[in-house]
């Protein structure tokens, strides 16, 4: 796992884009979908995948919502619009009734934290569909 720049995501064929501000959490998750078998690309904040463009080579982003700057669904409405359709995943605690039904009314699947990792790798293998084996 690691930040890794938008030339070496293209190389490694990141899969799972992962976004959290927390580096513990993002660490802790991108080890554990990379454990499932999951080839991940994990960010620190919206602008850092941004500064990517559209990375249209991930088969599912795992954005958490309360991120410093551009929250989650801003993210995904912004990745949308530059023609982004992998499924994607919000990561939020305690979410309201109007959160639910905008992640929801996005197109997206809500999981709430504190999370286990089993039921992410379940969510992403459900949304997402079959993935190949990473190349080692």
């Given at each position: 796992?690691?930040?890794?720049p938008?030339e070496e995501?293209r ?8 976004v959290?501000?927390?580096a513990?959490v993002r ?6 979908l990379e ?5 991940v690309g994990a960010y ?6 941004l ?6 080579d ?9 991120l410093p ?6 993210l995904l ?7 982004v359709?992998s ?5 939020t605690?305690?979410?309201s009734?109007r959160?639910?039904?905008?992640i ?8 709430e934290?504190p999370l ?6 379940a969510?992403?293998r ?7 084996e990473p190349?080692?």
């Amino acid at each position: 796992m690691a930040d890794f720049p938008p030339e070496e995501s293209r190389a490694v064929g990141a899969r799972v884009l992962l976004v959290d501000a927390d580096a513990a959490v993002r660490a802790a998750v991108a080890f554990a979908l990379e454990v499932e078998g999951f080839v991940v690309g994990a960010y620190e904040t919206a602008d850092a995948l941004l500064a990517l463009g559209a990375p249209q080579d991930s088969r599912c982003l795992v954005l958490d919502h309360r991120l410093p700057g551009t929250d989650g669904l801003a993210l995904l409405g912004r990745l949308r619009a530059s023609g982004v359709r992998s499924p994607a995943i919000l990561l939020t605690s305690n979410p309201s009734r109007r959160l639910r039904r905008r992640i929801e009314d996005a197109g997206a699947r809500l999981i709430e934290k504190p999370l286990l990792s089993h039921a992410l790798a379940a969510t992403i293998r459900s949304v997402a569909g079959p993935f190949q084996e990473p190349v080692q």
